[in-house]
């Protein structure tokens, strides 16, 4: 038995322990004091920047933020990576906005966009941008658009763009006596080729695709159909549209070759078909920018060329990144997050940046800068890739219900290349599925 | 009987408070107990603050979630029930409920009867036994991502360990993680390999409580191993066997790190269990209000399994809880 006491006092109690957690809690969330209405170039300002970077990408960065405060000695950068991996960005970017402590500005993947722009917190920049000294013209017309979601505000400025080309294996093509696949290469070149390299006896495969069902699975599938001249969305972007001729002529492409000629390696993880691919195992693999360093790393012999054509159209997909900017009602950070970001993103910061880490320049103007040749010697390839930039015509879609509808489709892909079902069938119930996502 | 199981046991030893207090109820002045009072609280308040944060307050919010729709960024709505309502027309949650199921089926009996028998093995006087139960032991201790690291190098279809093994036997290659119909068993197989120890300790733990006269007088009433082990042994287990094989469920409903760690709810989904499947609708798909939803059907069901396996214990007089 515990000694008893009166019913008043365990209610004291209570509500002490309740006074003191609302506390705890008030604090956690630290309300900001009111921001300043209107711009004073003079006032000492403190900006905050996630930059979902690690190790010297982070370095990097920190560098180019010390630079900054140099430029501008009332500005105080706080610069961190945010979070343990650029996946967590999010969900540390919901808790923030949940207790009122977000950045300024954060990194920020292409296809969080739309929510970030629904949660109410970003900026418009669409009028600044529009400025000529930006140059806003000069970044890729598909990370134009992903900063732009749905069209209405511009919620930042593009960080790192991509695109997918086809990188094969060069030990593996003349182990078969397979010719290198070239620029003008058809979607029938390469399958004939994937079916050379196919060797069970030594688990050589011709091409590698994932199908975990992810995101991974489901971008890798757009250029098939836009190349066969479909679309993801109608035009009032409330209809999944991808079920058309155009996209299951695609998906039969790829059900042929996993299916009967069973050149392709399924990967369940996302990952393992480009260490394949490092270790000679697969023939190729269509991939951007990222994989080159870890190609290097396994002194892979490779040679990149765009991706394979339909009818002498060889549109890729690119996965722009961004840096979004957040509004804290405070027109001198407002200011100088958009300077920040203005500055980092111009060509001359670009280069000591992206150029100089191993990413695709944002410009087109930076192709001809000495630091980019000295990184295409570095990594060959990379020019290659910069330059099929322009074969990033569309842009993913950046509209609320674009998570399920990548779901949607992923699981239509894995299943048909896995002999579960036929792709027209499987693409009309994915399409029925993305629609009723992007209603509600 | 059951005063001298693991179970009663472990009951009496959360008991001491029961002589503790005794200093407190002095009788004393009102003023000196509301002190007394006051500083218990201070002595409870850092735990009691740390639970209301951390599991009281979270678990309220989840509730409030479940009756919302949300995607973590922009303004929720309210929808009521709306969110269970969906749950029974989820085919894709009734499929995790039916991998789920097929996996708790596999490898809560398996679990426990392998627990049994190895402790059975172990609970006896060998040289080196200490270096066995130690080699029993160590997987339990070993993380689930470095169980599952282990387990895509031992049973990749291509260059794996088990393949490889099959090969030199001249036996099929299996698909292993990459078949639909094999994957539930391989993770199976490769949680039983850690969780075994589990069940293992216990037992040997409850084996080494069973009062040694009990043996010696069935031997001298002429029972032979067998008997004495039905009719001895395994009655003394009881308590223990419903404490592992309710442990052991709800652990089982609640697989998420193997999956993850190896086949993502893949291939074909056919490894996607409750959990991974909230996971993936809350933090993949962002719809943190329907998974919400997901966990407090997943709680009520713990709650009515624990629920009913504690009644039927006290019924049947066997002293679990």
Sequence with gaps: MSPQRSPRMRLAALAAATAAISLTVAACSGGSPQGAATFDPEAQTTITWWTGQADQAETILEGLAADFEKLHPNVKVDISSGAPSTDELLQKLSAGFAGGTYPDVSYAYGSWASELQGSKRTLDITDQVAEPDVKWDEFPAAARQTAQPGGGSTIGFPAVVDNLTLIYNTTVFDAAGVDYPTADWTWDDFREAAKKLTDPSTNTYGYGYSVSGSEETTWQFWPHLWQNGGEILSEDQKTATFDSDAGVKGLTLLRDMAVDDKSIYLDQTDTKAAQLFASDRIGMITSGPWTLYDLQTAKTSYGVVPLPGTDGNHESVSGPDLWVLFDHKDANREHWSYELTKWLTSAEQDIRWNVAYGNLPLRTSEVQSPEFLAQVEALPGLDVMAANMVNSKHARPTVKGYVQLSEAVGSAISEVLQGQGEPADALTQAAATATDALGG | ?321
Aim: glycine share 8%.
């Design chain 2, 1 to 321: 009987m059951a005063s001298t199981t693991a179970g009663v046991r472990r009951r009496s030893a959360l008991l001491p408070q029961a002589h503790a207090p005794r200093a407190a109820t002095r009788p004393g002045s009102r003023k000196e107990r509301r002190r007394a009072g006051i500083q218990g609280w201070g002595f409870v308040a850092p735990a009691l603050l740390i639970v209301l944060g951390l599991s009281i307050f979270p678990a309220v919010w989840a509730f409030w979630l479940s009756l919302q729709s949300w995607d973590g960024f922009s303004t929720p709505t309210w929808v009521g029930l709306g969110n269970y309502q969906a749950m029974v027309t989820d085919a894709a949650l009734r499929d995790a409920v039916g991998h789920t199921i097929l996996y708790t089926v596999l490898f809560v009996p398996a679990s426990v009867l392998l627990g049994m028998a190895l402790a059975l093995l172990l609970n006896r006087t060998l040289p080196l036994i200490g270096v066995y139960r130690t080699a029993i032991f160590v997987p339990f201790v070993a993380s689930a991502a470095a169980t599952g690291i282990l387990t895509t190098y031992l049973f990749n279809p291509q260059f794996g360990l088990a393949n490889t093994v099959l090969r030199a036997l001249h036996l099929p290659q299996q698909g292993w993680l990459e078949d639909p119909s094999q994957a539930m068993v391989v993770i199976t197989l490769m949680s039983l390999w850690g969780q075994a120890a589990f069940t293992t300790v216990i037992y040997l733990a409850a084996l080494q409580d069973i009062p040694v006269e009990l043996l010696e007088a069935a031997r001298i009433d002429g029972a032979n191993r067998w008997q004495s082990f039905w009719h001895v042994t395994f009655p003394q287990l009881a308590p223990v066997t419903v404490f592992v094989t309710v442990w052991q469920v709800i652990g089982a409903i609640q697989l998420f790190d193997l999956v993850y760690t190896t086949t993502r709810g893949g291939p074909l989904d056919a490894t996607q269990t409750i959990v991974y499947y909230l996971w993936q609708t809350a933090f993949k798909s962002l719809e943190f209000g329907y998974a919400s939803a997901v966990a407090y059907g997943l709680f009520a069901v713990t709650l009515v399994i624990t629920g009913g396996v504690v009644l039927y214990s006290r019924r049947a007089k066997v002293e679990a809880f």
